[in-house]
DNA sequence: GTCTATAAGCAGATAGAC
DNA sequence: GTCTATCTGCTTATAGAC
């Protein structure tokens, strides 16, 4: 009665904690190379109550990677070259923490490089489904293609060039290759 | 006298079939996965001997890793375009079993995130002298992106509809995006 | 020269003390 | 409930037998 937080949202908080030490560590050095003990170390609790709460490193591997789903893409054909940018402007702009874990271990992790391609397919499908036509798909799958190369280059390899680029600067140069992947009749 | 094949040709044999099983190796499971035991045992060779012959996992990793460097690239500017679709096209048309341990690696290990991002460097320098003038720099990094991010779609996620595209399906949708981009005024 | 045996270290996971 | 101590397994690397 007289605690200030109950001992459930203790807890919780501790949990939260462990989570975002082992968003980092997964963001910045990949599944294998991060350890439970690392983790633990960051969040600054006892490596055995990481295992306690999470089963496994693959369990929290699988709850650091989780994101929520992407909101439903409108399928105004008009606005699509237009919503693509503002889409890699906002990914280019932000730090990327939600998805960096994800994207350091796509190549190396199995499972992480499942969920990645079924990433991908999803968008692919929202693109091809406002843009129908011939080529669709192959189309869409440029577009993604060129999305994830752009957010690679800049946030995995650090390009310089791209590193120090604003993100208007590149969704003005990117703008007519859009244009041209959202055209049925090239 | 009477031996059809020396002592030096018999080690250099070996030695560089224990090479091509450490390249496969490191190209499907990356640096960390990959072990000494597992590239021994696909070269049909005792474990100390990849030892013996490379000193060390690391230094194994740097010699699977390197690539003779790039050919020079012409500075006609008229041609840059279809010369970059050429380039993509070889690219997506072989296995691309030379670059795919750096690949597969360049983002959990530091030299090859290194390596990558000294190459690519590289070829952006070569893309930017060739058409100089404002935001060169920014457009060949852009160039170099969406080729990193399509070879690595198609050969390292597997995105089914970039699988089985060929290579001409894919730089004639291309074609317009490099247009756009060698061209100094939008 | 090649391989057996082993050293040395670090990881994830677990059992049990407090 | 939390942490100490440990178990088990796997890795690279090495020393020495043959």
């Known amino acids: 009665m007289n605690e200030r937080i109950s001992r459930a949202e203790r807890r919780r908080q501790t949990e939260a904690r462990i989570l975002a030490a082992a968003r980092q560590n997964f963001a910045e050095v ?37 994101v929520p789903a992407d909101e439903a893409l409108p399928t105004d054909p ?14 280019l702009g ?8 994800l994207l350091r271990s796509m190549f190396t992790h ?4 499942a969920q990645m391609r079924a990433s991908l397919a999803r968008q692919l499908e929202q693109f091809a489904a406002a843009r129908p036509g011939d080529d669709a798909e192959l189309r869409a799958s440029l577009i993604v293609s060129i999305l994830l190369g752009v957010t690679i280059t800049r946030n995995l390899i ?5 590193r120090d680029a604003t993100p208007d600067q590149i969704t003005n ?3 007519p290759c859009f244009q041209a ?4 009749r090239a």
Chains 1, 2 share one sequence.
Do not use: C, W
């Not at 170390?41 to 693959?58: I, N, R, T």
């Not at 008009?78 to 990914?91: A, D, F, M």
């Open 30 to 66: 990949g599944y294998d190379r991060t350890t439970i003990r690392a983790v633990a170390a960051a969040a600054h609790v006892d490596p055995a109550l990481v295992m306690q709460y999470f089963g496994s490193k693959e369990a929290l591997f699988r709850q650091a990677v989780h």
């Open 78 to 91: 008009e606005k699509l070259t237009e919503l693509l940018l503002s889409i890699i402007g906002v990914k």
């Open 173 to 175: 140069l990117l703008r």
């Open 110 to 113: 199995p499972e992480a490089t």
């Open 94 to 101: 932000e730090p990327s923490t939600a998805s960096l874990p």
């Open 158 to 162: 650090e390009l310089d060039q791209l």
């Open 181 to 184: 992947l959202t055209n049925n």
